[in-house]
T-cell receptor, first 111, second 118 residues
Framework: QQPVQSPQAVILREGEDAVINCSSS?????VHWYRQKHGEAPVFLMILLKGGEQKGHEKISASFNEKKQQSSLYLTASQLSYSGTYFC????????????FGAGTTVTVRA | GAVVSQHPSRVICKSGTSVKIECRSLDFQATTMFWYRQFPKKSLMLMAT?????????EQGVEKDKFLINHASLTLSTLTVTSAHPEDSSFYICSTPREGTTPNYGYTFGSGTRLTVV
């Protein structure tokens, strides 16, 4: 049930790009993305509801391939503030409300 | 935006005692509240779902008598860890839909409670 996230961790220098993937073996209705800083609660980044939809939050964007049950989060021109653990959360139906979270991807951005 | 205030942020208690964690929705009504538990460097594991005015539903493997959840009003949900033991030490977080009852606008989380049982 839990989506699979990859990679587990990534280290970037400021200005570099990264991609985080989230995949499920089951059909998905929506994919959520959250970022959590150490010792803090997760913060909502964006939600993708339809196949092929792409969204953006500053220089962070995401896509959702409904047919492949995959979503990717793109960190573009990374900033120090992008450091944290990114979680994808999935819902399988329109009447589903219990998010299943991936294991998380720890992103470290260095100056 | 939807803000959930969670208290306390940190608590240390002795084994055998009970601890109450509160989550209050500010400026909006939280019909549904989700309670998660998170171990260090791990993902969020859903413990239970509470709905205002009704009994909470617990995920498989979660002891309902140990983790008492009350959602007596549309702005307050509480989690009480009863007879706490060191293995209950964890980060507990509440969450609710950002808009109304639909998940289609994402979820907002409380700031979390770091529980340490000694």
């Amino acid at each position: 049930q839990q989506p699979v996230q990859s990679p587990q961790a990534v280290i970037l220098r400021e200005g570099e790009d990264a991609v985080i993937n989230c995949s499920s073996s089951k059909a998905l209705y929506s994919v959520h993305w959250y970022r959590q800083k150490h010792g803090e609660a997760p913060v909502f980044l964006m939600i993708l509801l339809k196949g092929g939809e792409q969204k953006g939050h500053e220089k962070i964007s995401a896509s959702f391939n409904e047919k492949k049950q995959q979503s990717s989060l793109y960190l573009t021109a990374s900033q120090l503030s992008y450091s944290g653990t990114y979680f994808c959360g999935t819902l399988r139906a329109s009447n589903d409300y219990k998010l299943s979270f991936g294991a998380g991807t720890t992103v470290t951005v260095r100056a | 935006g939807a803000v959930v205030s969670q208290h306390p942020s940190r608590v240390i208690c002795k084994s055998g005692t009970s601890v109450k964690i509160e989550c209050r929705s500010l400026d909006f009504q939280a019909t549904t509240m989700f309670w998660y538990r998170q171990f260090p460097k791990k993902s969020l594991m859903l413990m239970a779902t509470s709905n205002e005015g009704s009994k909470a539903t617990y995920e498989q493997g979660v002891e309902k008598d140990k983790f008492l959840i009350n959602h007596a009003s549309l702005t307050l949900s509480t989690l009480t860890v009863t007879s706490a033991h060191p293995e209950d030490s964890s980060f507990y977080i509440c969450s609710t839909p950002r808009e109304g009852t639909t998940p289609n606008y994402g979820y907002t989380f409380g700031s979390g409670t770091r529980l340490t049982v000694v």
